[in-house]
Nanobody, 128 residues
Framework: QVQLVESGGGLVQSGGSLRLSCAAS????????MGWLRQAPGKEREFVAS????????YYADSVKGRFTISRDNAKKMAHLQMNSLKPEDTAVYYC?????????????????????WGQGTQVTVSS
């Protein structure tokens, strides 16, 4: 049974930074791509960033490219999302997610239907 637990959300001013973390359990973590999704009020859940199983490849939504960095630590079964230069439009609940199948590419995870598991989410609020 896969369990993903996010932490690190909060309230930050525009231009500030936050680091989200995700602790994973339940499957061989190092075999699965990981990602971050987000959902703003009244909007559909959207892709933010993904990283392949080894950590050697990443993929980002255009809206966060150059500001956010996804990383993972396979030994600790953790994934992280470093968010810099935050904007009010980044306000959303952020979800850590794990690929449904093994060894998928980071780019293919841009299709969020490829994620099979996600956590409860952590709120990120950026004030203007």
């Amino acid at each position: 049974q896969v369990q993903l637990v996010e932490s690190g959300g909060g309230l930050v001013q525009s231009g500030g930074s936050l680091r989200l973390s995700c602790a994973a359990s339940g499957r061989s973590f190092s075999n699965y791509a990981m990602g971050w999704l987000r959902q703003a009020p009244g909007k559909e859940r959207e892709f933010v960033a993904s990283i392949n199983s080894s950590g050697g490849s990443t993929y980002y939504a255009d809206s966060v490219k150059g500001r956010f960095t996804i990383s993972r630590d396979n030994a600790k079964k953790m994934a992280h999302l470093q968010m810099n230069s935050l904007k009010p439009e980044d306000t959303a609940v952020y979800y850590c997610a794990q690929a449904r199948n093994v060894f998928t590419t980071a780019q293919s995870m841009g299709d969020i239907s490829r994620f099979g598991y996600w956590g409860q989410g952590t709120q990120v609020t950026v004030s203007s």
